[in-house]
Structures are given as C-alpha cells and as structure tokens.
C-alpha cells in the first residue's frame, strides 16, 4: 500500500483489493470500534466490482471515498482551518491503521 497527502488535506491511499478491505475494516475498527462497518460491509465484501467511488462518512468529520483500487480521505468540513483540525485530529488514526494493515499478513 501507498499513500500520499495532498496540501488540501486530503489522503489518496492506493493498494491491491485485500489491502483496501483490510485499511476500510481497521479503520471501522479503530474510528468507532468497528460499529459503522455494519453500514458498508456488503460494498466492502463486493470491492473488487466497484469502479466508481462510494462515499462514506465516520462520524461528521471523516470522509472515504472508496474503490477497488483506492481510498480518498478528506475531511468533511469547510474553511481552511476547519480542514486542518479535522486533518490533525484524523492523521494519527490513519498512521495507526496504515502500520497495522502493513504488518497483517
């Protein structure tokens, strides 16, 4: 898996099929103890027939974009500042499933 982060604050994580459902399901697990993983588990089971994006929001301030092939973060707020906070408050988890989805074999 890979990653880059825009200056807009915004995540592009591109990996194969299996690492995506594993990056979506930790990050379920480690946002809200896996309860929201309930709401997309049927568009994450089926992700490898997923061309366009589905969208998903953790919470109100956490937005995937999601495909085979790719997840896209952004925080779900306006303004510059709004952004960043949201940015900052999210980074740590995302580093924490990056590294956990990394060494799972």
């Given at each position: 898996m890979?990653y880059?982060i825009?200056e807009?604050?915004?995540i592009d994580?591109?990996?194969t099929?299996?690492?995506m459902?594993?990056f979506i399901?930790?990050?379920?697990?480690?946002l809200?103890?896996?309860m929201?993983?309930?709401?997309?588990?049927?568009?994450?089971?089926?992700?490898?027939?997923?061309n366009d994006?589905?969208?998903?929001t953790?919470?109100i301030h956490?937005?995937?974009?999601?495909?085979k092939n790719?997840i896209?973060y952004?925080p779900?707020?306006n303004g510059?500042?709004?952004?960043?906070?949201?940015?900052e408050?999210?980074?740590?988890f995302?580093?924490?499933?990056?590294d956990a989805?990394n060494?799972?074999?």
């Open positions: 890979k880059k825009n807009n604050y915004v994580i591109k990996g099929v299996p690492e459902k594993k399901k930790e990050l379920s697990n480690v809200d103890k896996g929201s993983y309930s709401q997309i588990q049927e568009e994450v089971e089926n992700l490898e027939n997923i994006f589905s969208q998903y953790f919470g956490n937005r995937l974009y999601f495909n790719m896209k952004t779900n707020a510059e500042e709004a952004r960043r906070f949201h940015f408050v999210f980074e740590p995302f580093y924490k499933v990056f989805v060494h799972k074999k």
